[in-house]
């Protein structure tokens, strides 16, 4: 039998369609280097978990049910004082437990470890969960609490430096109790042999299965206008308003929302009077910036702490007027050490005193603002060259809006309708999540020689990519003001 999981619940509480969609696996698995990263980090984390107690039997065997198995035997054994990755069962639902610390009286101490370095009101439902199964087995906790990364670890310090323990013993059993109450429902809707019909509620935008199932074939969903608050979206599904062409005339919608329906209505692009004169504000020379960065669990480098964001990749294009690219500066750390100080010192050199630098979102100002607080003798120059920032995708969002965005203004989305030759799909690295997982992968030491040499090749094409994205965009969008 195919037990009911914690992922399966957890997808049914948020959506019963869902739930049920998860337990038969309809739900697209991720993929990727950022998908392969995660889930190497995530063994990674649990395996130096297991070294916290040294007399931990664990109780993981080839399949679940032989895990099931033997977990009931350790926890008869009362010489079995800790058991690592206990598996249970019980009325069609299975649990796995990362730690369970036996404790006076038949009383346990349940530990969950996540790889966050903190708690997060997320981790409730998942311990509930698992509670909500011991209890059904009678299994009595004492203590529920997880283990999560502290943020004063560092490479060199003892793992049991690395880990710090959340007690969340009553939030989770309040809300087991809740899951309690919900099983028997939440079971038969699960293994029904239809699946429960579904219905469009504001989860749907974020949902992983929308495009197959709400919002299937739909178009000019509700969902392709912008900044959608909550409030909104609740309104226009009470008054069952799917599509914004069914949105009434009198409807409240924010001045952007208003025109990306108008759009729709009218089958147009729009673009802002506004454009030419936010254009003119941007001045030569151009330098189109683009950052990729890394931020792994575990510290790579000496001094950092866990998850600590940390520059990698710049690619830099420098044009007179848009679209004339003159210059083009790259530079790639070495994955064997931390560069941030070598990173500020290149931008200071290569991006000159005067000039706009063009972004596309806030990160890299922000990025350049941290680097200005890391080196203080650097600020200066640091702080100047944030100043002469511009957001492009600000600009976008305010001035241009073509019906083929669907309500998104980032750059993988605008790019192939804006420039339609111009596409990612020949890359080896598409994305900056891609980007970010080889980077520490090599830092790692998981790649040989000739990988590494392939791979900043790989990396500095796609940042290059993204610079001449925001050169394009760029050069358009001079072409589209003076066209008005
Ligand atoms: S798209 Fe909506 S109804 Fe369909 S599974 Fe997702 S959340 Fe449920």
């Given at each position: 039998?195919?037990?009911?999981?914690?992922?399966?619940?957890?997808?049914?509480?948020?959506?019963?369609?869902?739930?049920?969609?998860?337990?038969?696996s309809?739900?697209?698995?991720?993929?990727?280097?950022?998908n392969?990263?995660?889930?190497?980090?995530?063994?990674?984390?649990?395996?130096?978990?297991?070294?916290?107690?040294?007399?931990?039997?664990?109780?993981?065997?080839?399949?679940v049910?032989?895990?099931?198995?033997?977990?009931?035997?350790?926890?008869?054994?009362?010489?079995?004082?800790?058991?690592?990755?206990?598996?249970?069962?019980?009325?069609?639902?299975?649990?796995?437990?990362?730690?369970?610390?036996?404790l006076?009286?038949?009383?346990?101490?349940?530990?969950?470890?996540?790889?966050?370095?903190?708690?997060?009101?997320?981790?409730?439902?998942?311990?509930?969960?698992?509670?909500?199964?011991?209890?059904?087995?009678?299994?009595?906790?004492?203590?529920?609490?997880?283990?999560?990364?502290?943020?004063?670890?560092?490479?060199?310090?003892?793992?049991?430096?690395?880990?710090?323990?959340?007690?969340?013993?009553?939030?989770?059993?309040?809300?087991?109790?809740?899951?309690?109450?919900?099983?028997?429902?939440?079971?038969?809707?699960?293994?029904?042999?239809?699946?429960?019909?579904?219905?469009?509620?504001?989860?749907?935008?974020?949902?992983?299965?929308?495009?197959?199932?709400?919002?299937?074939?739909?178009?000019?969903?509700?969902?392709?206008?912008?900044?959608?608050?909550?409030?909104?979206?609740?309104?226009?599904?009470?008054?069952?308003?799917?599509?914004?062409?069914?949105?009434?005339?009198?409807?409240?919608?924010?001045?952007?929302?208003?025109?990306?329906?108008?759009?729709?209505?009218?089958n147009?692009?729009?673009?802002?009077k506004?454009?030419?004169?936010?254009?003119?504000?941007?001045?030569?020379?151009?330098?189109?910036?683009?950052?990729?960065?890394?931020?792994?669990?575990m510290?790579?480098?000496?001094?950092?702490?866990?998850?600590t964001?940390?520059?990698?990749?710049?690619?830099?294009?420098?044009?007179?007027e848009?679209?004339?690219?003159?210059?083009?500066?790259?530079?790639?750390?070495?994955?064997?050490?931390?560069?941030?100080?070598?990173?500020?010192?290149?931008?200071?050199?290569?991006?000159?005193?005067?000039?706009?630098?063009?972004?596309?979102?806030?990160?890299?100002?922000?990025?350049?603002?941290?680097?200005?607080?890391?080196?203080?003798?650097?600020?200066?120059?640091?702080?100047?060259?944030?100043?002469?920032?511009?957001?492009?995708?600000?600009?976008?969002?305010?001035?241009?809006?073509?019906?083929?965005?669907?309500?998104r203004?980032?750059?993988?989305?605008?790019?192939?309708?804006?420039?339609?030759?111009?596409?990612?799909?020949?890359?080896?690295?598409?994305?900056?999540?891609d980007?970010?997982?080889?980077?520490?992968?090599?830092?790692?030491?998981?790649?040989?020689?000739?990988?590494?040499?392939?791979?900043?090749?790989?990396?500095?094409?796609?940042?290059?990519?993204?610079?001449?994205?925001?050169?394009?965009?760029?050069?358009?969008?001079?072409?589209a003001?003076?066209?008005?």
């Amino acid at each position: 039998m195919e037990y009911i999981n914690k992922i399966s619940f957890i997808n049914y509480l948020s959506c019963p369609t869902l739930g049920w969609m998860a337990k038969r696996s309809m739900i697209p698995k991720l993929n990727g280097f950022n998908n392969e990263l995660l889930m190497l980090e995530g063994k990674n984390i649990h395996k130096l978990s297991l070294q916290l107690s040294l007399d931990a039997v664990n109780a993981r065997k080839l399949t679940v049910n032989d895990s099931i198995v033997y977990t009931k035997e350790l926890i008869l054994n009362p010489d079995v004082k800790v058991i690592c990755d206990a598996s249970f069962a019980v009325e069609g639902y299975s649990a796995r437990v990362d730690i369970l610390q036996r404790l006076e009286d038949g009383l346990w101490h349940l530990l969950e470890v996540k790889s966050g370095s903190k708690y997060k009101a997320k981790y409730i439902n998942d311990m509930s969960f698992i509670s909500m199964v011991l209890a059904k087995l009678g299994v009595n906790l004492s203590k529920i609490a997880i283990l999560h990364l502290s943020k004063d670890y560092r490479i060199g310090m003892s793992i049991s430096q690395l880990f710090e323990e959340s007690d969340c013993t009553e939030k989770v059993k309040l809300k087991s109790q809740e899951f309690l109450a919900l099983s028997d429902k939440a079971f038969k809707d699960i293994e029904s042999e239809n699946m429960p019909q579904p219905c469009l509620k504001r989860k749907c935008k974020n949902c992983p299965v929308f495009n197959v199932c709400m919002g299937k074939d739909v178009q000019n969903h509700i969902f392709d206008l912008p900044g959608l608050s909550i409030l909104t979206t609740d309104k226009l599904v009470t008054l069952g308003a799917d599509t914004i062409d069914q949105i009434p005339p009198d409807f409240e919608l924010t001045e952007m929302q208003k025109i990306v329906k108008d759009c729709v209505l009218t089958n147009t692009t729009y673009i802002s009077k506004n454009l030419k004169t936010e254009l003119k504000n941007i001045k030569p020379p151009f330098y189109y910036l683009d950052f990729e960065s890394i931020s792994a669990i575990m510290p790579l480098y000496k001094d950092i702490a866990p998850h600590t964001q940390l520059l990698t990749q710049f690619s830099i294009d420098r044009t007179d007027e848009a679209g004339n690219i003159l210059n083009h500066y790259e530079y790639i750390a070495d994955h064997t050490k931390n560069c941030r100080r070598e990173i500020a010192e290149k931008l200071i050199e290569y991006l000159g005193i005067n000039g706009s630098i063009i972004t596309y979102a806030n990160f890299e100002r922000i990025a350049i603002h941290k680097l200005a607080k890391l080196f203080p003798d650097l600020s200066i120059n640091l702080k100047d060259i944030a100043e002469r920032n511009v957001d492009i995708e600000l600009i976008v969002r305010k001035n241009y809006y073509d019906i083929n965005f669907h309500g998104r203004s980032s750059i993988k989305k605008i790019l192939p309708v804006l420039i339609p030759e111009m596409d990612y799909t020949s890359l080896a690295i598409r994305d900056g999540g891609d980007a970010a997982a080889v980077f520490v992968f090599m830092a790692m030491g998981l790649f040989d020689a000739e990988k590494i040499e392939e791979t900043k090749k790989n990396l500095l094409k796609y940042c290059a990519q993204d610079t001449l994205a925001m050169v394009k965009i760029h050069q358009f969008l001079i072409n589209a003001a003076n066209c008005q």
